[in-house]
T-cell receptor, first 115, second 114 residues
């Protein structure tokens, strides 16, 4: 298996532009998580999908952030408009949630820089 | 609410020395605990996990962790550090119901000195 795939790996954009981050979870996994990692705040869970349905989006910082999962093999995280404070590494992770002991598999991350 | 505390944001050890990274948890129910490692510019990779089957858990790359309920701890150890162990290490606790989402600690960056 190729693991969790994220694209792009690096994104540099200007303030005000729309940014779309993409994630392909591991085949057969039914739960997907989006995290953000910064030096100041560490790892933060943004949103969690189960069977393609958003279950918990309490970590989404504001309305500029949105996430979708149109099918079991694809998810997007969109920021519109982007701001410099959105600069971070964004990780996608997936798992098969048959219980709390299941390992989450992380993608390599997308490093976003907003100028 | 569950929480995880990692003492020491930076730890330095000499090559060949014992590695000890500390993790304490707060949970009202038996916890499910994890240690992840993050190498530079990479995603997180599971080192080991505690699921109540055994208190001493062995993981990859020679790491192990011991669950101590009386101390609410799940410290990560390795008898002899290698240069390749330099990375950031995260302790996490899983919710035991609902979303099963992780609560991560703030991470400990391990530096291995030659």
């Amino acid at each position: 298996d190729a693991g969790v795939i994220q694209s792009p790996r690096h994104e540099v954009t200007e303030m005000g532009q729309e940014v779309t981050l993409r994630c392909k979870p591991i085949s057969g996994h039914n739960s997907l998580f989006w995290y953000r990692q910064t030096m100041m705040r560490g790892l933060e869970l943004l949103i969690y999908f189960n069977n393609n349905v958003p279950i918990d989006d309490s970590g989404m910082p504001e309305d500029r952030f949105s996430a979708k999962m149109p099918n079991a093999s694809f998810s997007t995280l969109k920021i519109q408009p982007s701001e410099p404070r959105d600069s971070a590494v964004y990780f996608c992770a997936s798992t098969m949630t048959s219980g709390p002991y299941n390992e989450q598999f992380f993608g390599p991350g997308t490093r976003l820089t907003v100028l | 609410a569950q929480s995880v505390t990692q003492l020491g944001s930076h730890v330095s050890v000499s090559e060949g020395a014992l590695v000890l990274l500390r993790c304490n948890y707060s949970s009202s129910v038996p916890p499910y605990l994890f240690w992840y490692v993050q190498y530079p510019n990479q995603g997180l990779q599971l080192l080991l996990k505690y699921t109540s089957a055994a208190t001493l858990v062995k993981g990859i790359n020679g790491f192990e962790a011991e669950f101590k309920k009386s101390e609410t701890s799940f410290h990560l150890t390795k008898p002899s550090a290698h240069m390749s162990d330099a990375a950031e290490y995260f302790c996490a606790v899983s919710e035991t119901s609902g979303t099963y989402k992780y609560i991560f600690g703030t991470g400990t960056r391990l530096k291995v000195l030659a």
